[in-house]
């Protein structure tokens, strides 16, 4: 197998998509080549970073402008 | 890493996962009319829907608007999926509608995508453990909106909605107008353009 292949492989690979027999031969590589295997755990990593990732609160004036605004469609809503 | 097997990746539960169980009950409330219901149901996703539509001019008005047809058609929501994966879906359509009006001949999300030799990756750098950990909660927030900002709309989108908003393929497929194949070449590139990216942040003995 070659690293080309890791790479085209990895989003299935990451995402547990791929069928048994091609993922043990991409493991059986990623045990022999060190820059394949830290590919796939720093993009691992780059996804956990992301996704446990906290969203930002809402800046004030942007929550207040939501609300108000909901408050106006809602209020002729139910007029 | 001394083995070459990955744990799977390791993802908390999101918000909507967690209360989901009152969640039916307050989109029936909000259906029926009332209105503190579905203000709770904005309160909720408020920040997440902003995340999504933010790093566009039109970021603000993209998610009020979302809030707004969300409520404005809510009586055709059936349940059939979650309340948050409809939400997500309609604040997409209105950031990229946005965009569209805005910058047409820059996003076009159904072009070719290469997937050859030129992603294999030059930089090949190792992490070491936790290297988030390395940072002040405010500062890993910054690089990461800035990182995920530089990316292209079409990369943002997908990598986006499948790894921060944890929509399926197939419910991103959807969502975007796209084939199932077609997001996982972007997906591919936009986890791999993140990486490099993070590279400078979090290689080993860059310390903070």
Not at chain 2, 98 to 104: A, C, E, S
Not at chain 2, 130 to 151: F, H, M, N
Request: proline content about 5%; glycine content about 4%; hydrophobic content about 40%.
């Amino acid at each position: 197998m070659k690293c080309k292949t890791i790479i085209t492989e990895l989003a299935d690979y990451l995402d547990e998509a791929l069928d048994p027999i091609l993922r043990a031969s991409i493991e059986e590589h990623l045990g022999k080549c060190k820059d394949c295997r830290i590919v796939v755990d720093t993009c691992k990593q780059t996804i956990e970073i992301f996704c446990n990732s906290e969203p930002a609160p809402l800046p004030q004036t942007t929550r207040l402008r939501l609300h108000e605004a909901l408050a106006k469609r809602l209020r002729r809503v139910r007029a | 890493m001394s083995s070459s097997k990955l744990d799977p990746v390791a993802r908390r539960p999101l918000p909507s996962q967690v209360v989901k169980d009152d969640e039916s009950a307050l989109v029936a409330a909000a259906k029926a009319g009332d209105i503190s219901a579905f203000e709770t149901l904005v309160g909720r996703y408020e920040r997440k829907i902003f995340r999504l539509t933010q790093n566009r001019e039109d970021a603000e008005d993209a998610m009020q608007e979302a809030f707004l047809k969300a409520y404005e058609h809510l009586q055709s929501f059936e349940g059939n999926s979650r309340f948050y994966t409809w939400l997500v879906r309609i604040a997409v359509n209105q950031a990229l509608m946005k965009l569209r009006k805005r910058r047409p001949n820059v996003v076009s999300l159904d072009e070719e995508v290469n997937t050859g030799e030129d992603m294999v990756p030059r930089e090949v750098e190792d992490w070491g453990p936790s290297p988030a950990d390395r940072y002040a909660q405010t500062e890993l927030s910054e690089i990461l909106t800035k990182v995920i900002g530089d990316l292209d709309p079409p990369f943002r989108i997908v990598f986006q909605l499948r790894d921060i908003e944890e929509l399926s393929t197939e419910e991103t497929a959807e969502a975007l107008g796209l084939s199932v194949p077609a997001v996982k070449s972007r997906l591919l590139r936009a986890r791999l353009k993140l990486r490099q990216t993070l590279n400078q942040y979090f290689r080993r003995g860059e310390n903070k």
